[in-house]
């Protein structure tokens, strides 16, 4: 009994050695991985196992006043090799060439390199990035990249801007407001399985990167759409260099239209040149011209100098003035300070020039913002070149009055009239209504900012008055008129600096600034026309411009005209147009209208229901589409209190 | 030489009884044992749901966020492709052209009295 406890205790022992020893042998193999090799084990095994994802940044948009956009951005992909990968060069540089439409040997020759990474092409088309993907190829690899879209083509191009392949803003307003739009990149690690597939087991908290802001132009899509097309008109039509229009609301200074001509699609922006992408409106300075004049008058008013009905001798055309001779397109004789400005008399000018003396023609030179950027929110702004009356020779003060000898941007000259347009205020322009964070938040919002005062509400209310006879009969504006509206403006002139052999060359530049209606205005426009051929004045090649873009503008803003336009003009002029609905409308007219019972209006179109409406000066409210049905009260009935009459149409 | 020796029935009994509470107490060791042994297994199995349940949803939160990525991909396209069709430029071009439409004339636009 003994012997057999005594073998039962050496067993005990046994196991227990056996036991302690396993023990120690997983006890010293897990020091070994855990502790000695811990660092480069967990290495390995993360690399296997986690993988970071790049979540690349997302632009925000661009957009008009209406909600339009200008500016999208989507993800494109981008192919590329990892050279020491590929096994058959030959057949993969085929395929390749093929599917991307590149040449064989160029893809051999990337395959060939030395570097392990490179690019194949960038930004391909979802088809060709299916069709690569198909030939699932080790070595191949594709890449998201952010991809930018203007949806609009080239409207607007040159305000816009691009951006780079690697979108950062390269210019224009990409490039302003890149800080604002580009977004973040963001980065997170996530766990993988055995198929490489992610398993997001922490969330997705570190993936959700917030897009880019949003930025929202003062643009209108409609009036830059016209202000473009309108421009390339004329600029073809009279085969010009270039063109530029502007359209501005002038109480706010926000800018609805700025076009230029050559136009730019920034979806294309390495196919086209510097010249072609530049901004002119704000890069560029001209020499304005007989529009320069209406800030000489200005100043004549606001000084009280002159006076609106002051008789000036016009020297019938030719007035030696400095030692030079100052010429006049038309010789006059007297003429009041409202006609010189409607005839564009350069005598009369510098006959006035004389009166007002350079200091103080020079202070609203300044006031009404010349030789200084306007401080719009567009890169590139330049302040045109204006001299101090310190060094004006005796001739510049008679240049200075026809706007020559100094030069200003186009933007500049817009501003100014719409300070005579506001009742005296220098507004500053700009282009972005606000920027938009996406979770709502206004980070920069642009309001309307008044730069200073630069003449009396009177004088410029007077100012505008002249500026209106300029497009009525006998001015120099008449081509700028338009029906229904009163347009105030003037037209302008001028010869294009000699770079070369000095003084004038006989390149000129074609130009007309107004407002509308003159006596409220909802918008001042410029249209400049550079180095016209086959015309080259401003009132022939820019003021029909004016005209086509305003009237667009007018109706895209819903003005109604002050001057109504008689409906039996109307009905005359549709009769070519609309026959069907014009014998509709005869065949329901009553033959005569009693005067004290309801009208009919059964079965009239909308249209011809409001002209008749209209016509008898009835008040209606109209109800549905199409063709009048049923009205309330009935025709041949009486008037109710409120004089209304109800028209339900249907059809 | 065997010695008998008498014990008092009393004491019998409370030897008795001890043994009964002890045993009762034993029980009440082992029912506790099993207890904690199976609300530990317990636990580790619950654990292990956890963890599984974790890398399921880990799953379904990156198809899901795959998911959501592509329709915003979409949606950005669709976005690109409304703002292109409805251009101003193309729709000018379309309303001249298929629908032989034209600027209103001088009249033809009606301001309400």
């Known amino acids: ?651 | 030489m065997a010695t008998a020796v008498s014990v008092p029935a009393r004491k019998v009994a409370t030897v008795k009884r001890e043994r009964a509470v002890r045993s009762t107490a034993s029980r009440w060791r082992l029912f506790l044992g099993i207890f904690l042994g199976l609300a530990l297994i317990g636990a580790v199995l619950v654990h292990v749901w956890l963890r599984l349940q974790v890398v399921r949803m880990g799953y379904v939160l990156s198809t899901t966020s795959k998911l959501q990525t592509r329709l915003e991909q979409e949606n950005r396209e669709l976005k690109v492709e409304l703002a292109t069709l409805t251009s101003p430029d193309r729709l000018e071009a379309l309303a001249r052209q298929r629908l032989g439409l034209i600027a209103p004339e001088k009249g033809q636009i009606v301001v309400l009295p």
């Open chain 1, 1 to 651: 009994m003994r012997r057999s406890s005594q073998r039962n205790h050496r067993r005990l022992w046994v196991a227990k050695g056996l036991f302690l020893a396993l023990f120690l042998a997983v006890g010293g193999r897990a020091f070994q991985l855990q502790v000695l090799q811990g660092d480069k084990l967990m290495r390995l095994g993360q690399r296997q196992h986690l993988k970071e994802w790049i979540v690349l940044p997302k632009r925000g948009a661009l957009i008009d006043r209406a909600g339009e956009p200008l500016a999208l951005s989507m993800e494109s992909q981008s192919v590329y090799i990892r050279p020491h990968r590929i096994q058959e060069a030959d057949k993969v540089s085929h395929h390749l060439a093929e599917i991307l439409r590149l040449r064989a040997a160029e893809v051999r020759q990337k395959i060939a390199s030395e570097k392990p990474f490179v690019w194949i092409k960038r930004q391909v088309s979802s088809p060709e990035a299916e069709k690569i993907q198909a030939l699932n190829l080790d070595g191949i690899g594709m890449y998201y990249e952010p991809n930018r879209h203007y949806p609009q083509g080239q409207l607007a191009g040159q305000l816009i801007g691009f951006v780079g392949r690697d979108s950062e803003g390269l210019e224009g307003l990409e490039l302003k407001y890149n800080d604002y739009i580009r977004g973040e990149t963001g980065s997170s690690v996530t766990e993988r399985d055995a198929l490489g597939r992610r398993v997001l087991v922490e969330g997705i908290g570190g993936l959700q990167i917030p897009p880019g802001s949003d930025i929202h132009l003062t643009l209108d899509t409609s009036i830059q759409h016209m202000a473009e097309k309108e421009l390339e008109a004329s600029v073809l039509k009279y085969r010009a260099k270039a063109g530029v229009a502007i359209v501005v609301e002038p109480r706010t200074g926000e800018v609805l239209a700025l076009a230029n001509y050559p136009s730019f699609d920034p979806n294309n922006y390495t196919k086209l040149t510097a010249e072609q992408r530049r901004n002119r409106a704000v890069t560029d300075s001209f020499e304005p011209g007989s529009t320069f004049k209406t800030i000489l008058a200005a100043a004549a008013l606001d000084e009280e100098i002159v006076g609106k009905e002051d008789l000036f001798y016009c020297e019938m055309g030719k007035y030696p003035f400095a030692g030079k001779i100052i010429h006049d397109t038309h010789p006059y004789g007297w003429l009041s300070f409202a006609k010189i400005l409607q005839v564009s008399s350069n005598i009369g000018f510098t006959k006035i020039a004389e009166k007002v003396k350079k200091e103080r023609y020079f202070k609203y030179i300044e006031k009404f913002g010349f030789g200084k950027v306007t401080g719009i929110d567009v890169p590139g702004e330049v302040p045109g070149l204006v001299r101090r009356p310190e060094g004006w020779s005796g001739i510049d003060l008679a240049t200075h009055a026809f706007g020559q000898g100094i030069s200003t941007t186009p933007l500049q000259m817009v501003m100014a009239y719409a300070a005579i347009a506001n009742g005296g205020f220098l507004m500053r322009p700009y282009v972005t209504r606000r920027v938009l964070s996406p979770r709502g938040e206004v980070l920069l919002e642009n309001q309307p900012q008044v730069v200073r005062r630069v003449i009396s509400e009177k004088n410029s209310k007077l100012l505008a008055a002249m500026l209106r006879d300029v497009t009525n009969e006998g001015g120099t504006g008449t081509m700028a008129n338009i029906e229904g509206f009163e347009v105030a403006g003037k037209t302008g002139t001028a010869q294009k600096a000699d770079t070369i052999h000095g003084g004038y060359s006989k390149k000129r530049v074609g130009s007309f600034v107004g407002f509308v209606p003159a006596n409220d205005p909802r918008l001042v426009a410029l249209v400049l026309i550079d180095e016209p051929e086959a015309q080259v004045y401003g009132g022939v090649v820019a003021a029909p411009v004016f005209r086509n873009i305003a009237q667009g503008a007018l109706r895209r803003l819903a003005v109604a005209p002050e001057k109504a336009t008689p409906v039996s003009a109307t009905a005359k002029q549709m009769d070519s147009t609309t026959p069907r609905m014009v014998k509709r409308i005869e065949a329901h007219a009553p033959s005569h209208i009693d005067a004290d019972a309801v009208p009919s209006f059964i079965g009239l179109s909308f249209r011809g229901a409001l002209e008749k409406a209209q016509t008898l000066k009835v008040k209606v409210r109209l109800q549905g589409n199409g063709y009048v049905v049923k009205q309330a009260p009935a025709a041949g009935g009486r008037w109710t209190d409120e004089q209304t009459v109800v028209l339900n149409l249907q059809g």
